[in-house]
């Protein structure tokens, strides 16, 4: 299911916090006063943030290239290139303030979508050769990584700001050295002919305890790190060999004797970690970082539960529970920067909703409504489909091992009995009933015996306990799309603290002795952790100046708020429109809604987009979105009726849906890939409402859909007024489910059609591996989007500035040497040498900026920073460009990997923070660069395009002809994906 948004409050895909209590990838959200409801198919990507520095090589460039040789060496001015980066949400369900809601486009000739700016005389002299070589063809000499910075950071600024971020200076001595051992664990008496046998991280951990308590002497506790796999790290010397490892005897577990093998791995120097941050050495030392973050982790990972990647109190805060036995948890996430004031760790929490630690029975009194005991029977499959699959602990012996539920008895309790040996061996087995077994063994009287037990078998080897011996197993996350309302919103309230809160969260965090900072192993490891967050000036820079139209057809500047830095269009209009003459409506509600079209066209003709009356209004029931054959034909036939009537296809179908719906897919796939007709989907309820700001919303996606232009700078920034045309470009790759094994990964690259308004997408939409996050078709894919320009424009784009999402600091060389190399070897085959600047967006980090101010505020738009909290050496910075309305505001972190075209910090930062003022359907700056919330967008709508590949096949007839294979590699096929002639050069998925 998508999300929808009902339109409240001023423009649509505003700027929301970015909180991560979303999911898995908390990603920031457009928020434009309106609710946003994710769904199931909204997957993140692997929205992973790497530890910093985990992966990172550095400049290897060829002489003549404007880089700096090999290695990290601060270029003059100008040198510095070298030639070298949640799931999106459903889109189009009206204004949607929300996370950049997209809908689909009209199918209108590609010369006439965008209409290219002919006044300068630069595209007069560019239009007489679209042959461009604006740099030689780069030569590859090794592997290439993150740039340094060019300069001291910015110096622009309308003002100064106090901030704190949550960034926690790390204190050691450099001369401090850390042992790194290997352990490997293999059974006393391995099998001749098995496979080597690979133990869960829990059975390890008890034969790391128990190897430790043996000898304590010896093998310290206090002074180790465990990785919970084959990693030990350690303040002292630890003895190396072989040793015998034997575990009390645990029911369920076959092997009790094991042979541990202690090896010296090597002896790491904290002065190398100095080196690397004061920019003598340029290679980033990683085992020291991630012995230093195992070190870090060792005191929450034996204290708290760690799930969702982040660590979690074993016992929640009452005040969070969300009823149903459901809590909403904060969880700890950290990670070790390397920053130019030394290495700093950077804590912040989430927050999920967990099942409770509770027993059994009480959590399904809590589940099920009106759950009775002694009505057992009535609510027996009520009790399984909540029950099984979750894990749970025991409370007759003492152990901390897991059991997973897989079922119930299907007996009650009183009524299981089972064979047993007799200890002494000289008796046969005799039959013993459950009841008797607990009560003989553990001395235990079960008190329910007119219900099933749990069945907590495991291969093939029965295993029954009575159920209020169980206890569910803390850490297990509960669904969020399976909260009823009132758990939602209580969830959200949560997730979204103001900052005074979640700095005073993220303070007590810091002070819990459970936590990363508290507690004897760093010390003893001679490390110590500021509790104070680092204090830091952020610059304020001015916003952009933006035209809008006016009813006479000209443009004016519009006026921008000073604090929100929003602005509204009750006196203006849009810069330009195409007529709207053939559309249509189609109603799958069953209220009437004739009152929405005129004033839907009023509304429209007020912004100066002139729109006739529809070709047709038709009611449909909502079955048909799942006939898809049907539902096929009929968009067909409306088309060729336009062109009977018209002389030319629809432009555009406006679809009012009575809800959310999953039959949304079906409709875009067959519009966008089969038929070739826009469409833009709203709910009923707005429309019959019809509030005048969601009417704005609504006609000002219709125009961008149709080639329009909603607003503009008034010019570009200065760095790029002197570079031809340019082309902005996005990446993203959308990834299934982690409940999913096979689907495909879905890739989508954006581009820029129009220059210098820049504000008129495409997208290029392809399948790729499972969960790859290369794109690998990368070159290809850009390609296809500099050709339409070319044709667009009869110019190539001489310049290229490239912003890659959805990637952590770890896969920064896997953009630079894979994906990028894809690029140039692509581009020069086609004789083809723009310059290009490549930037990595990301939103899945955790640093936070808090005002230095009483006032329970969030930082203003466009706030900068880009010293003390940022790279010792590579150019990046933090932008926050929007106004955080609700929740405590996330800014997007900007790190450089290429730039030949030798932007300045001050440069970067403003084309990055004015680019933010350009997303299409809105009134004020978004949180993310457009390219990038369209490449998510755009991915989002190609795993939706999956979906209903999937459904379609799924629910054919085997016998149907017209069924496309039913192969899991269908789903790979590009050809199901591809956008229909009439639309890929269109807006469509905005």
Known sequence: MERYSAARGRGTGGARNGEDGGRGRGRGRGRGGDHQYRTRHHQQQNWVSGQDGRTQTHWQSSPGQGGPGSGFVRPARGGHGGSGGAGGGREDWGPAGGRFQGTT???????????????????????????????????????????????????????????????????????????????????????????????????????????????????????????????????????????????????GMKIRHFRV???????????????????????????????????????????????????????????????????????????????????????????????????????????????????????????????????????????????????LTDENTQDISFDVENPSDQTPLRKVSLVSYFREKYNKEVMHNNIPSLDLAKSNRKNYVPMEFCMIAGGQRYAKELLDKKQSEKLRGISLAWPKVRESTIYDMVHDRDGPCIGDIPQNFGIGVDLKMTRVIGRVIKPPWLKLGTSKGRWTKATVDRVKCDW??????????????????????????????????????????????????????????????????????????????????????????????????????????KVGILTQCCLTKNCNTAKDQFLANLALKINAKLGGSNVELIEQPHSLQSKGHVMFVGADVNHPGSYNSTSPSIAAVVGTMNWPAANQYIARICPQDHRAEKILKFGGMCMELVNAYTRLNQVRPETIVLFRHGVSDGQFDMVLNEELMDLKMTFEASNYFPTITVVVAQKRHKTRLFPESDKNENVPPGTVVDTKITHPIGFDFYLCSHYGAIGTSKPAHCQVLLDENRFTSDELEELTYGMCFTCAQCTKPVSLVPPVLYADRAAYRGRLYHDSIEWYQSSASPSSSSAPSRSPMTYFDEQLYKLHPNLENSFFFI
């Open 105 to 251: 486009s009209t199918a209108v000739p590609v010369h006439s979508l965008i209409e290219p700016h002919n006044s300068s005389p630069e595209k007069l002299s560019a239009m007489q050769s679209l042959k461009i070589s604006t740099s030689s063809p780069p030569e590859v000499a090794g592997k290439s990584g993150p740039i340094n910075r060019p300069d001291n950071g910015g110096r622009n600024d309308i003002r100064h700001i106090r901030l704190f971020a949550n960034h926690f200076l790390l204190n050691y001595n450099s001369g401090s050295i850390i042992r790194h051992y290997d352990i490997d664990v293999k059974p006393d008496l391995p099998s001749k002919n098995g496979p080597a046998m690979k133990f869960p991280k829990a059975v390890l951990s008890m034969i790391r305890n128990k190897l430790f308590s043996d000898d304590p002497d010896k093998f310290p506790l206090s002074m180790t790190a465990y990785d919970g796999e084959k990693n030990i790290f350690s303040a002292v010397p630890l003895p190396t060999g072989s040793f015998k490892v034997e575990l009390l005897n645990e029911e």
């Open 568 to 673: 509204n269009l009750k006196r203006n209009s849009v810069i330009s429109s195409k007529p709207i003459r053939l559309w249509g409506i189609l109603d799958f509600g069953s209220s009437s809604i004739e009152k929405f079209i005129p004033e839907l066209i009023s509304r429209s003709e007020r912004l100066d987009i002139h729109m006739e009356q529809p070709l047709f209004y038709k009611c449909l029931p909502m079955n048909l979105l799942y006939e898809v054959d049907d539902l096929h034909q009929l968009l067909k036939s409306l088309n060729n009726e336009s062109y009977e009537i018209g002389g030319a296809g629809l432009q555009i179908i406006v679809c009012v849906m009575p809800k959310e719906d999953p039959g949304y897919n079906n409709l875009k796939w067959i519009s966008e890939t």
């Open 261 to 407: 093998e202690v090896q010296l791995v090597n002896e790491l120097q904290f002065c190398k970690l100095d080196d690397y941050i004061s920019g003598k050495t340029l290679s980033i030392p990683r085992d020291v970082l991630q012995a230093l973050d195992v070190v870090m982790k060792e005191n929450p990972a034996r204290q708290m539960i760690y799930a969702c990647r982040s660590f979690h109190p074993t016992r929640p805060y009452p005040q969070d529970d969300l009823g149903r036995g459901i809590t909403a948890s904060r969880g700890i996430k950290y990670s070790l920067k390397p920053t130019t004031q030394g290495l700093a760790l950077c804590l912040d929490y989430s927050v999920f909703p967990f099942r409770k630690q509770m027993p059994v029975i009480d959590f399904l009194k809590e589940q099920i409504p009106d759950f009775n005991l002694n009505s057992f029977r009535r609510f027996r499959k009520q009790v399984e489909k909540v029950l099984k699959g979750l894990k749970v602990t025991v409370t007759h012996r003492t152990t901390n091992q897991k059991y997973k539920i897989a079922g």
